[in-house]
Structures are given as C-alpha cells and as structure tokens.
Nanobody, 122 residues
C-alpha cells in the first residue's frame, strides 16, 4: 500500500502562486508515475499534470494549465510537487495527488490522497 498526503492549498488572489506538496509513504518502489487531479464544485474530476520515471521524468499537462503549472518529483524525498503560477479563479478546486504505474499505453493510478482545497479570488 501507498499513502499520499497533500499540503499547500489555500486562498490566493488571482495572479498569485501556490505550491502543492504530495508526500508518499509505504511501498514507494512500486510507484513509477505520479499526478495531480482537480475537481471543482459541480464539475467532473480532471487531470492537471503527470510525471513519470521514463527518461528524465516525462511530464504532461492539461491545456488549461500549460505554461502556468509545473509538476516535479523528488524521488529521494518520496515527494511530488505542483507549482502553480498566474492562478486564475477558474483554477479553484480540490486538488488531489495520485500515484501509480507507467505502462506502455499510459499510466494507471492506484493510490489517491484526500485532496487539498485551492481557492483563487478575483
């Protein structure tokens, strides 16, 4: 089993920045991919960004956050980060960390954190 704990959410004005942290514990060696998802009130959960162990850490971003958000992973600390810059009110959501496996056709996330609230005021 893998346990994920997110932190770093909060209230910020539009144009500001936040850095989310996801600390992993347990069977860390089974993890080859991590990601961040978000869910806004009344909307479906959507993928924000992913990072895998392939190559030098392949990353992928939703179109809505490209150029503003950066995902990274510190394997030595078993931690993943999501740096969010130039935040917009539409980024308001509960952000959840996910961990799993990179496979030939993509990624499978087996573990999820509880989520952290991000609120961006206009």
């Amino acid at each position: 089993q893998v346990q994920l704990v997110e932190s770093g959410g909060g209230l910020v004005q539009a144009g500001g920045s936040l850095r989310l942290t996801c600390a992993a514990s347990g069977r860390i060696r089974s993890i080859s991919a991590m990601g961040w998802y978000r869910q806004a009130p009344g909307k479906q959960r959507e993928l924000v960004a992913t990072v895998t162990d392939k190559g030098e850490g392949a990353t992928n971003y939703a179109v809505a956050v490209q150029g503003r958000f950066t995902i990274s992973r510190d394997s030595a600390k078993n931690t993943a980060y999501l740096q969010m810059n130039r935040l917009k009110p539409e980024d308001t959501a509960v952000y959840s960390c996910a961990a799993g496996r990179a496979i030939s056709s993509g990624m499978v996330f087996d573990y999820w954190g509880q989520g952290t609230q991000v609120t961006v005021s206009s």
